[in-house]
């Protein structure tokens, strides 16, 4: 086999570890096993089993060894573990019981031919007679050959003549079968149970053209050794073997382990604020949760690769796309290859209209030349639910769900195949033929309507445009970074839920906070805390309309409570309860990182510096003489009816830790903040002075002080129960509770720096919280101390780190929750709104906007 035959199998099974289910198969002798004189010593190479065994236990990956000996001794000679699937008699025996299923008639037409080959054997040495359970093999490889020639003529004119019998031949073997079968069955009965996208099947004998000729589209066949084959590739002998097997598990390892997954910074983000889509570099819809955000997703290839949905779009010839960009102050993204582009976006042209209507469309237009493919691999309800999808007039619908779902698409020739449980349409078009029209992809979700809409995918698009054109143009921006503080305002923008005023924290459920580990969370629901946070980054922008539905938003949770203490820490959209925190056990992760998890446990937990950035808010917009009504004035007594009752309590605090409530620093700061900024807006707002809040607010600091600092540590520490340093511990600065000149604030930020700060990031803390794994740095910890060392006069090493931090963002802009400074990864869900908003604050605060 010369270098280029190899170069060209190794294109091919680098194309083939890609595929979201693959099916590895293979003959056993003349491939695992070299040919030897006594079949009873038929043993595979050790390179071979031991890639076999370990394509067998990678995630979506299944191998086979379909030979033509029995089963029991297939199990017998090759010692490979169950993990493996062993078919035995070219396919027909599934089952270690199979003869038992043989008829009557099937059993004695078996001896029959067994006694007679007998007969034949005992005529010349080196015959051998194979027993099968649904077969007799006839072996002539130890005889002469004229010997061999003259049993053969017997058996063709004998035995074989017999209308129910079954002829294979192979390499110095005659097999007489009792039941038709042959390896090319039992690869296709294989290939449905494991629901392989894709097979690859090693063989050397004539039984396996029978395998080779059912190859098709992605599949490989690799034929060992001389002689005419169907196989498209070739290789010399068994080492060549156990080399390919072993290129083929670095490259599967490689792409589940996630050397393939796409960087998470590296993506773009679609919304119509009702839901959100993640965009590729290479122009793939990744992620998308339909009806809502925290609804089951459609497209998950985020979370376990294309076997989870994609819907993808690609130049013919492979070649990738020169750029991707957002439209200036949209969210309208386009990617652009050499000689075509393609515009996404979530379509906002109807406004709230849209939003109330549960409708939401996602729509993808193709302009310029050349040949492209389109896949479009929707997977109901993180593909759990078999997905169907029928061709009709103008485009395709998907069957099964319990809301209509149709993607309008004009003038696309679509062939559906069936892969696994799934369907999944392909298109090959010729883009710009005779100034041919754009080609609409429009994905529907809410009406079952194929028609042609009143307003083109172009205008619609325009409308979407103006729709966060006008609202990005009315931000007063910072001069510092003012593109890229543009760009995360419109980002936390798109995590507002229009039609409630609920805010989400993140767009994704479950990108790891430690790659490979179990440090996995759903971000998808509005967490009291980061939506007050986010709202008010917002309204330091200028933007009061975020901040003043999120509060009608409050309002109605506190009203829905039995008192404001009792709120938990996050809600879904709609102020429903969380359901119960559950994992989604088919899906492998990104990068492999299990579990998947839907919903979260913190619902549960107790946080009490939730109503701090509350009343913060309010505060803020009091401050930019907002539109404050008495009803937000009842919001604020509220919260500090919640701190009244509750600031004593230990709490699981801002980072949720699955441990036993301690007295969190923090929280007893916001607990304060509530009070202080409560004090300031009645002073303001209603003239009035409140000596019985005034008085509160003073205990907590006194307790605070008292119990929360410790000078074994020089630092505020995370709890008053231990001596770790926590970033949030910074807050009691920040926050006001001490003045910037105070040394205690001081000492606390040397000692967050020099304990938890590494390079462009910093961590929440080090000690142990009872998960397996770490973490990487969080930006929003980062900002803390980038603002921490403005208060206290560092203003150097201030725009350093915020310099540093920028750089983090991918190339459109997107934050993740973290980044690990080992392996330069970005980790977290996307786009992280703590992350955003904490470069808003910098930004403002280094400008002297603040």
């Known amino acids: 086999m010369n270098s280029s035959d190899l170069d060209a199998l190794r294109g091919r099974l680098h194309a083939l570890a890609r595929t979201p ?69 070219h396919g027909s025996e599934f089952d270690p019981d199979f003869a038992e299923k ?22 010349a040495d080196g015959f051998h007679v194979e027993e099968k359970p649904a077969s007799i093999a006839f072996h002539y490889r130890n005889t002469d050959e004229a010997a061999a020639r003259r049993a053969l003529e017997r058996i063709a004119a004998g035995p074989a003549a017999v209308a129910e019998v079954h002829t294979k031949h192979g390499k110095k073997v005659v097999e007489l079968l009792v039941l038709p079968t042959d390896k090319g069955r039992a690869l296709n009965k294989v290939r449905r149970r494991t629901g392989a996208t894709a097979v690859a099947f090693f063989g050397d004998d004539r039984t396996d053209e029978d395998a080779f000729a059912t190859l098709t589209g992605p599949d490989v066949g690799v034929k060992v050794g001389e002689g005419e084959t169907c196989a498209t590739h070739r290789v010399a002998d068994t080492e060549e073997v156990a080399r390919a ?81 957002y439209r200036e102050r949209s969210m309208v993204v386009e990617t652009r290859w050499s000689n075509f582009g393609l515009t996404d976006y979530l379509d906002v042209s109807l406004g709230r209209a849209r939003q109330r209507a549960g409708r939401s469309d996602l729509i993808r ?6 040949r492209v493919v389109i896949e479009f691999a929707p997977r109901l309800d993180f593909g759990r639910i078999p997905t169907r999808i029928v061709a009709r007039p103008n485009g395709l619908k998907i069957e099964g769900w319990i809301e209509p779902i149709v993607l309008y698409s004009p003038k696309v020739p679509w062939v559906i195949r069936e892969e696994g449980l799934h369907h999944t349409a392909y298109a090959e078009i ?24 009143v307003r083109s995918a172009t205008e619609r698009g325009d409308l979407t445009d103006a729709y966060w054109n006008s609202w990005a143009e009315r931000l007063v921006l910072p001069a510092l970074e003012p593109d890229l503080v543009l760009r995360s305002a419109l980002l936390l923008k798109s995590l507002c839920h229009t039609s409630s005023g609920a805010i989400a924290a993140a767009a994704t459920t479950s990108l790891p906070e430690h790659l490979g580990g179990v440090r996995n969370w759903d971000y998808r629901f509005c967490w009291l805390r980061d939506a007050a946070l986010t709202a ?73 510096d939730v109503f701090g950035p ?126 910037p000149n105070d040394p205690r604030f001081a000492s606390t930020v040397a000692a967050v720096e020099r304990t938890l700060r590494d390079g462009p990031t910093v961590f929440r803390y080090r000690f142990d919280d009872g998960l397996p794994g770490h973490e990487g740095g969080f930006h929003i910890c980062a900002s803390w101390l980038v603002d921490a060392y403005h208060m206290i006069g560092r203003t150097e090493d201030a725009r350093a780190l915020f310099d540093q931090l920028v750089k983090l963002a991918g190339p459109t802009g997107l934050l993740s929750e973290q980044y690990e400074t080992r392996s330069r990864l970005a980790l977290g869900n996307v786009p992280q709104a703590y992350s955003h908003l904490g470069l808003i604050e910098n930004a403002l605060r280094l400008s002297g906007d603040r």
Request: aromatic share 6%.
């Open 365 to 370: 237009i193709l302009r310029g030349e050349g």
């Open 614 to 739: 509350i009343v913060g808010l309010v505060y803020e917009l009091m401050l930019r003489e907002a539109p404050i009504s008495p009803d937000h004035w009842r919001l604020v007594e509220a919260m500090v009816q919640a701190v009244n009752d509750r600031w004593r309590e230990p709490d699981h605090g801002i980072w949720e830790l699955r441990l036993r409530p301690q007295n969190h620093v923090y929280s007893k700061t916001m607990c304060w903040l509530t009070l202080d900024r409560a004090l300031a807006i009645s002073r303001r707002l209603r003239d009035e002075e409140r000596p019985d809040w005034c008085a509160l607010r003073d205990e907590i600091a006194t307790d605070i002080l008292a119990k929360g600092y410790r000078e074994s540590v020089g630092a505020f520490t995370a709890s008053y129960e231990d001596e770790n340093i926590d970033a949030a511990s910074l807050h009691v600065g920040l926050s006001g509770l001490v003045p």
């Open 102 to 123: 043989l008829s009557a008639d099937q059993l004695a037409l078996r001896a029959r031919i067994l006694g007679e080959l007998k007969e034949f054997a005992a005529e």
């Open 430 to 453: 010729e883009l710009g033929v005779g100034g041919a029209d754009p080609i609409v992809l429009d994905l529907r979700y809410g009406t079952g309507s194929l028609e042609e809409t």
């Open 245 to 325: 097997l072993a290129t083929l598990l670095e490259l599967r390892e490689e792409w589940i382990s996630g050397g393939a997954a796409v960087p998470i910074e590296r993506h773009s983000i679609l919304s119509d604020q009702r839901t959100a889509a993640l965009v590729t570099p290479g122009g793939r819809i990744s992620w998308l949760c339909l009806p809502r955000l925290d609804s089951p997703a459609i497209f998950a290839e985020l979370l376990d690769g294309p076997a989870a949905g994609h819907f993808s779009v690609r130049a013919a010839d492979d070649s990738r796309p020169v750029g991707q960009v």
């Open 536 to 608: 008010t980054a917002l309204t330091k922008l200028d933007s009061f309309g975020e901040a003043l539905a999120f509060l009608d938003w409050m309002l109605m949770l506190v009203d829905s409570v039995a008192s404001p203490g009792m709120l938990q820490p996050l809600y879904t959209f709609t102020g429903g309860q969380v359901p119960s925190e559950a994992e989604i056990s088919e899906l492998s992760g990104y990068a492999g990182s299990r579990p998947v998890r839907v919903a979260n446990s913190a619902s549960h937990q107790v946080q009490l």
């Open 21 to 89: 289910v693959l099916l590895v198969a293979c003959d056993y002798d003349g491939t695992l096993s070299p040919i030897v004189s006594d079949p009873a010593h038929a043993f595979p190479h050790r390179e071979t089993a031991v890639a076999l065994r370990n394509l067998a236990a990678l995630d979506r990956t299944h191998v086979a060894v379909i030979s033509g000996r029995s089963l029991r001794d297939l199990a017998q000679l090759s010692g490979l573990p169950d993990t493996i699937r062993l078919v035995g008699s």
